[in-house]
């Protein structure tokens, strides 16, 4: 990877001949216009520059991603040196077993305790932001002051570690998000990625420690207690698990909240609705998941050659299914560019299943585990914040700018509260 037009080569490539190359800085700044093209015209396809195959419409996505010869063995071009053999990339028996565990530590009784939680940091957070803005002119950002710090926190609370150490976190997760979106291979952001791994689990490993021989209800004993053919996970599995929930529960959740916040305040009836029954802010989430998906790209690769409904994928494959392409589909969703709250409202509820219409939480087996998680997040949240601030509504001349390839979302979200 590193050649084609992002590295310099536009000379040589003719846009209008050549599929769309994830590598051209295009897709960091509006990806929309490109996976159009890829579904229309290269719907299955080599990506030279990227050395992966590109997969963008709604079918041939759910499709590789409920096909158990797309694996998710190699997942990510950095997760592995970085927290070793977690779920995201398990497979088979094993990946089964994990999955059992876990689930119910993101189910039932957890969620009742986590929903407690949310609501109490969202209420500090946002009394924060109304005194922040008291003292700075009535504008704040709340991707700084909300959307970063919600659910990291969350994640924090949920494995029974101390909330008030969740700044060390949010500095853990920036350097190692860095690390796992760096597929430019920058060796500056390698080196303090692995560096920000190691204080985490120096962090760690008096916590685990403990929950080895005094367990509670967290998530974390649930990691330290779980055995699988009989044999404790090692507390380098457990850390790599704290580890990789810092991106797939708080890098996620942080982009999916800033793009529902821009969602309704670019659509002012549509913050109005919500403002009157917060009940239509589930509706309001699964149709940001839908339009503005927090992870865009969800990696697999193939041992075999596989027949996609528009194509074949060849063996020994890095996959990348395009989930943000996906979501756009016409042939799935009617007008897919228009944000719509009422168009999945009847959705939400099997946004917890694979058999939801939006894949935006992945499909099949490794669906996500933190759905219902981040869906309350959402919804208590974004129920507190409007509360709470009355006169929300963007600081005057401000327009949200997305930005980021595998995960997307506006950049700030400055607003007036005055
Ligand atoms: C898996 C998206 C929130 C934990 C996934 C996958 C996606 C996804 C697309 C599937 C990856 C694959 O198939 O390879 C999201 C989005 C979120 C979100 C968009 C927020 C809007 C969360 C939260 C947590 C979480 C809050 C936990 C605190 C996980 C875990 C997996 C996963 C552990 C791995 C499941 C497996 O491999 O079996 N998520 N996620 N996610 N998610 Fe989430």
Redesign the pocket.
Known sequence: AGAGRGAGGSEEVDPSLTPPSLLWPEFERDPYPLYRRLREEFPVVRDEPLDAWLVSRYVDVRAA?SDPRFT?RN?GWQLAPMFGR?????EGRE?AA??SF?TPA?RGRALTWLRAAIERTAADLVADLAARARRGGGVVDLVDGFCHRL?IA??VT?LGLPVADAPLFQEWYEAGFSYLSNYRQDPALLERGLSSRDELYAYLAPYVARRRVAPGRD?LSVLCTAEVDGAPLPDDMVMG?CG??LG???E??D???RSLLANLLDHPEALAAVRADPGGLAGA?VET?RRD???QV???QTGEAVDLPSGRVPGGATVA?L?GAAGRDPDRFADPDRFDASRLADEPDRQFTAAAGH?????????????Q???A??EIGVRTLLAALPRLRWADGFRPRFGGLL?RAPEELLISLR
Do not use: D, I, N
């Open positions: 991603l998710s997942y977690t779920v995201l990339q398990m990946h994990h999955r876990l993101f659910p969350v994640v949920a998530l698990f990789m929930l797939a529960g708080g996620t959740t982009k999916g909240l989430w998941l998906p927090p992870v969800v990696l697999r299914c989930v894949l935006s939480f992945g499909a099949g087996r490794h669906f996500c585990l933190g759905s998680l981040a869906r997040e959402a995960t």
